[in-house]
């Protein structure tokens, strides 16, 4: 019976511990801190956002281009600030609840221990899952993996450390030399004061009920009882620790705006976990100043502001403009009216375009013997960021050595989206250096890793220094000034990856196309404004923007897009960096901002995969344009398309469905199989060109499914398609080593070994 009793008691006292009433509380009250948690669960976890590789973020986290325990140290600091952030903020909000904590020495260090349930939970889940997943992938040895857990746990340590004897010197120093003080600032400060009594008087009304609480040394201590104390006391105590939490966040903003004042060194360049960590925390202290000043106004005042904001935003009062580099943005506004495209796009300037493509063509043809018909390559290569990018550009290095550089010497053009055509580009470039350096080996495993860099890092950083507070530093790139911001960092870190060597201007392509020693090459990205391309290019291309037939009007046709160069004219369109015009078409929604180009309506662009994420359209209009002379000159086209997809994947079996999902199914179903869409579209078109264009029509296709690494070793544990799509690399602009290893060798699979031999026989087997 004794035993029943202290048992009962034990889980009285239990539930009426402190920690349990501080979680109960946050779980009643904190829901948007408790967000702020849920979803650094669900990072690390892999159980958010994993399709976009941010839980790798967490689990696999690069600094200065290796994953060690600096990346790891750094990201353990950063949540030392955010469980700090989280301490502080709560005790603002919450802490009068808990009458007992006035009667107890360091009452806000008692504080802070009994509210770390809930971080200490997410510490000991992230431990276990950094271990899980490194163990699972396979790059690091136990030694590797136990240094990065002690570097996790070390940074957090260290920032809590630190900021714990921050608060300790201030609490002696406010007790002991300010508390003559308090009560007059206070009075000086009407705000202030009336907010404290507000809380003392609803600390009356709402008294919780706390038995027990841990103490230092992690002691458990009964409550004692007491009454409430003195007004000055209680003041004392609330004046006191708003003011550390105001001079944390006074601290943290200066650390990170002096961290952006260095954005562009990499030492400076936080691993991107950490600065969304940071964004976090600075999140927290926002909410819990904001809604300690504001009370019950919060909400209302929080929806006021978000209109004056609005309005700033659309009466052009703040500007919230993201540029391209290269061009003028101080001259008039280029006009953008259906008069003007068809003025652009108009039948003498159409012909005059075809001539000097035909010129470039001819060219193309010269580089093989007289009287023979060789094959022409167009190479289509999809969007889908690093993955794509790296997955294209190993793709080109090992087809181009396989032929012995015939593959590049075949193939005219080169289309695509997002981060395929920033792979090309980049083999493009280096084919090109190959003419005049013969030193240069373009099979080097170097080159792979370079385009297989992290990007990530710093695109997020300067997101969280720069681009969500305000856009202050500036830069001069020739006779023109730009701010700079996210774009400009993707464009720089994407450069500096490939040493410097895309560090170019879009008019310096022109003379290296005209004379056929590289492919041309379209960017094409999407006009935001009525859905159109905006072709990007060194030579003029009006014949891509009008009718197949461009004699022939008759039919009103839409204007299918906007020549860049003949657009921007008069804005210095040639100037643009090639690396803006790689990025236009690389703008994935909100990890690159949409770019405004100087119009009259602006002309918002974004994503090139929004209209054709292959690029095959865009080939295919080439080709009707051309086709006479390709019929009468080459023994035949090959599609070469670069896929970082399987096409024809496997059919999902439907599970029952929440309400949840139910109601976003229609468009969730939408993005998800947007591929397939332009798929069905893609494959109509080649299926029509058969009718139209009178030669051989080959295609070829290269496939990232990255099956053959593993099959060789477990058949059976990734034959189905869940374990396949855990362990192929992720959308993102950072890649684990895994997927690095993954899509280098990918190419050995299979189908890729077929598509290579295909496109062998369609080369050396021309027609003379």
Known sequence: MKWKILHKQFWIDFYYSFPVQL??????????????????????????????????????????????????????????????AYHITVYILDSYRFNFLGTVPRPFAVFCLNNSLLPLIFVVTYVVSIISFQLKNGQQTGWQITTEIVALLTGIGVTIFILSIYFRLTNKDVFKELANNVDNSFRKNPISRVNVLRKMKSSKRNKHNVNVYLDFPLKIRQVEEYNIYD???????????????????????????????????????????????????????????????????????????????????????????????????????????????????????????????????????????????????????????????????????????????????????????????????????????????????????????????????????????????????????????????????????????????????????????????????????????????????????????????????????????????????QHDAD????????????????????????????????????????????AMRFIHVFKDWISENTGGIVFVIIRDSEKDGAIREQKETSLFQKMITPIGSLYSNWDYFQDFTNDQLIELAQSWYKGPFDLVEFQYIPRYEYWKNNKEEYSSLDNWEKNRAVLSWHLTKREKESLYNTIYEANNLAALAKLKKLLYNTTE
């Open 231 to 569: 007004k000055e006391v209680l003041l004392k105590i609330f004046d006191q620790n708003h003011l550390n939490a105001v001079i944390v966040e006074i601290v943290i903003i200066i650390i990170l705006i002096t961290l952006g004042l260095f954005r562009d060194s990499e030492y400076f360049q936080l691993p991107a976990g950490a600065s969304i960590i940071l964004l976090f925390s600075m999140f927290v202290m926002f909410t819990g100043a904001f809604s300690y000043w504001m009370k019950g106004w919060a909400i209302s005042i929080l929806i006021l502001t978000l209109f004056v904001f609005n309005f700033l935003l659309k009466n052009k009062i703040i500007s919230s403009v993201y540029q391209v580099y290269g061009i003028n943005y101080n001259k008039k506004p280029a006009e953008y009216s259906i008069e003007r495209l068809n003025t652009l796009s108009s039948i003498t300037n159409c012909m005059n375009d075809i001539k000097s493509t035909l010129a470039i063509l001819e060219n193309w043809k010269k580089k093989f013997p007289p009287g023979s018909k060789p094959k022409m390559i167009f190479l289509c290569t999809s969007g889908g960021g690093q993955r794509a990018a790296v997955w294209t550009t190993r793709v080109m290095q090992f087809t181009d050595s396989a032929t012995n550089g015939d593959f590049m010497k075949h193939t005219s053009l080169m289309t695509g989206a997002s981060g395929g055509l920033v792979g090309a580009a980049y083999y493009r470039e280096l084919y090109h250096m190959k003419t005049y350096d013969s030193t240069l080996c373009l099979s080097s495993r170097s080159i792979f890793d370079n385009m297989a860099k992290d990007v990530l890092n710093s695109t997020v950083f300067s997101l969280v220094v720069n681009d969500i507070f305000f856009r202050f530093q500036r830069f001069t790139d020739g006779q023109y000034e730009y701010i700079k911001d996210r774009g400009y960092a993707f464009e720089q870190q994407i450069i500096r990856n490939t040493g410097n060597i895309l560090d170019k201007r879009i008019k310096d392509y022109r003379k290296p196309e005209q004379e056929a020693r590289i492919p041309m090459l379209m960017i094409c990205p999407t006009i935001i404004n009525d859905g159109r391309k905006l072709y990007i290019s060194p030579q003029n291309i009006s014949y891509m923007t009008i009718a197949s037939e461009y004699a022939n009007r008759k039919f009103n046709q839409k204007i299918k897009g906007i020549e860049f160069n003949r657009f921007f004219e």
């Open 575 to 618: 100037n643009l960096h090639f690396m803006s015009a790689l990025r236009m078409s690389a703008t994935f929604p909100y990890v690159m901002p949409n770019v405004d180009l100087p119009s009259e309506p602006s002309m918002e662009i974004m994503d090139a995969g929004l209209s054709d994420n292959i690029g095959v359209r865009d």
């Open 23 to 84: 979680l109960i509380n946050n779980l009643k009250r904190n829901h948007v801190l408790l967000f702020v948690w849920i979803f650094l669960f669900g990072f690390v976890t892999e159980n958010i956002a994993t399709i976009f590789g941010v839980p790798y973020l967490f689990l696999d986290p690069e600094y200065l281009s290796q994953t060690d325990f600096r990346g790891f140290f750094i990201i353990g600091i950063a949540i030392g600030i955010l469980i700090s």
